[in-house]
């Protein structure tokens, strides 16, 4: 697939907006759809910030094509990017639009985080053509894209999904087979859980885990990947040490008591001002300021080290 393509986005939310943009500033003719108004009017208006905030050219943003109706969005598109709300029963149900609305080389392809690509393509007459797609937030920062093969999609369709994210200056990576929450959450959410488990036993607080992961040994997985640092220290020690560790990590097959505690108390975090930790208004922006320019520097290393890349 070349430049220029055209380009669906099916959804205006968080993720939509920042994938439209990916592909916008890559060259290619992008449509966004959203039933919200409100959402879709502001696509640009956020595509723009982002850019701006990047200090960079804001001219794409006014390329992308706002869609009031689902139908003319999809026109000619060689990719549609669902990006709604992570509702099995919705997902179905647009998945079968999207079958019926569009021709037999569209690739259909899903940004959820964690369902299931076979089930969301249950619907759909041809479901060799529906990918996973699963981008990080924000899209237009973090470079990893999951493309997920579910049992009946076609290896075809995978190629060309990874030929054009990578042409677009995207890290894509083949997850052979459609489980939960595919590779990047299925080891996020194992960290999070033991993280849980040792601030709800007592063992420290929050501030402290939060400390030991970014100055410890956060700062090395950016360079070192979990499979190349157990071959680095050594797999007999590796080996050891699980010996002796595993069995006192948390196994519990629900979620923590102390995050199920929290919710019920309403304490959701920094949209509530109080979750795990405190948040003002002013923290909570600190901190989202701190991620972006800490992804902007990473984007901007990553794209020295890698000139020929978009």
Not at 75 to 97: G, H, I, M, T
Not at 172 to 189: S, T
Request: glycine share 10%; aromatic share 4%; proline share 7%.
């Amino acid at each position: 697939m070349s430049r220029g393509r055209c380009i669906a986005v099916v959804g205006a939310g968080l993720m939509g907006h920042g994938i439209a943009q990916v592909f916008a500033c890559a060259g290619h003719r992008v449509s966004v759809h959203d039933p919200d108004p409100a959402a879709l009017g502001s696509v640009r208006e956020r595509i723009r910030a982002n850019l701006e905030l990047l200090g960079l050219d804001p001219r794409p943003a006014e390329t992308v094509r706002l869609c009031e109706e689902l139908e003319p969005a999809l026109e000619d598109a060689e990719l549609v990017v669902e990006a709604a709300s992570e509702e099995l029963p919705l997902k179905q149900a647009l998945f079968a639009r999207l079958d019926r609305l569009t021709g037999p080389e569209t690739i259909l392809a899903s940004n959820t985080s964690v369902l299931a690509i076979g089930e969301l393509a249950r619907d759909v007459g041809d479901p060799g053509r529906v990918v996973g797609t699963h981008w990080w937030n924000p899209p237009y920062l973090v470079p990893l894209v999951e493309v997920v093969q579910a049992e009946a999609t076609r290896p075809a369709t995978v190629e060309r999904t990874m030929a054009l994210l990578a042409e677009v200056g995207k890290s894509p990576v083949h997850v052979r087979r459609d489980i939960p929450g595919f590779v990047g959450n299925r080891l996020q959410h194992a960290l999070w859980r033991e993280a849980f488990a040792l601030v709800g036993a007592g063992v420290c607080d929050a501030e402290t885990l939060d400390t030991v992961v970014k100055d410890g040994f956060g700062l090395r997985l950016a360079a070192l990947g979990p499979m190349e640092n157990a071959d680095l220290v050594g797999l007999d020690l590796t080996l050891a040490i699980h010996e002796y560790l595993l069995p006192s990590l948390d196994r519990r097959p629900g979620p923590a008591p102390i995050l199920r505690e929290k919710v019920a108390a309403g304490a959701l975090g920094m949209k509530t001002g109080e979750g795990f930790r405190t948040w003002t208004p002013r923290a909570a922006a600190d901190t989202r300021e701190r991620l972006v320019r800490h992804l902007a520097l990473a984007a901007g290393e990553r794209a020295r080290e890698r000139p020929g890349q978009a």
